[in-house]
């Protein structure tokens, strides 16, 4: 194997396992390679010198039990072993007098993805006229009673902020698990609080997870949901 494409490997599978990425990830990588002749490997790396192509890293934005993943102390000692400068001065120009000036202070310098969500008036209403339309086949409030609701998008920022009891009560309690619902209800009522630990000793299940089994029960399919 040729010296230069051998170190290129070595120095991708490397920063692959610094960066927390899985063992199936590091380990496709590495078949991806030896199923590459030359010309083929030379084409992949002159694509990604001049075609921007990329390589995908995919890791979690937080170490599991495995201890896969990574955390923003070490994402950013890395970069700095690779010559990544993260903080810098920012020279701002006044949009009135066109002058410049330099901040005393460094900030970091980082390409974020934005995502502007679409938001209208009427589903900003954050609190419901009641609690008794509900869907039947998946047990949650609609209509009049829907005050609010929560996106995939969100429940990955609760996660990611170690928010598992927000998340928890946001699926669970308050998304068509009519005996969660109840039992919050009559804690609020005893108590003025809520804790979910006795929600869940109840073990009870939304009402769209048993929609979903019957569904997959008309079609001859098994479900572990």
């Not at 039990?65 to 701002?92: C, P, Q, R, S």
């Amino acid at each position: 194997m040729d010296p230069k494409r051998k170190k290129f490997q070595d120095e991708w599978l490397s920063f692959l396992a610094e960066m927390g990425a899985d063992k199936a990830q590091i380990k496709m990588n590495a078949d991806k390679f030896a199923l590459m002749d030359d010309d083929s490997f030379k084409e992949l790396v002159r694509n990604t010198r001049e075609a921007g192509m990329t390589f995908p890293l995919l890791t979690f934005n937080m170490v599991d039990e495995e201890d896969e993943g990574e955390d923003h102390e070490t994402v950013m000692a890395i970069g700095e072993k690779y010559g990544i400068v993260w903080f810098e001065n920012l020279v701002l120009t006044d949009a009135i007098t066109g002058e410049t000036s330099v901040t005393p202070n460094k900030y970091v310098i980082l390409e974020v993805s934005v995502r502007r969500l679409v938001q209208h008036m009427y589903k900003k209403r954050s609190v419901s006229e009641n609690e008794y339309t509900k869907d039947r086949l998946t047990g949650q409030v609609t209509g009049d009673s829907k005050a609010s609701s929560i996106s995939k998008t969100e429940l990955g920022i609760l996660a990611a902020k170690s928010l598992d009891a927000t998340a928890l009560e946001g699926i669970k309690a308050r998304a068509g698990d009519d005996e969660a619902w109840a039992n919050m209800i009559e804690q609020i009522a005893a108590t003025g609080e809520v804790s979910l630990d006795p929600i869940l000793e109840l073990d009870s299940r939304p009402t769209s997870l048993n929609t979903m089994n019957s569904f997959f029960a008309g079609m001859m399919l098994k479900s572990t949901l």
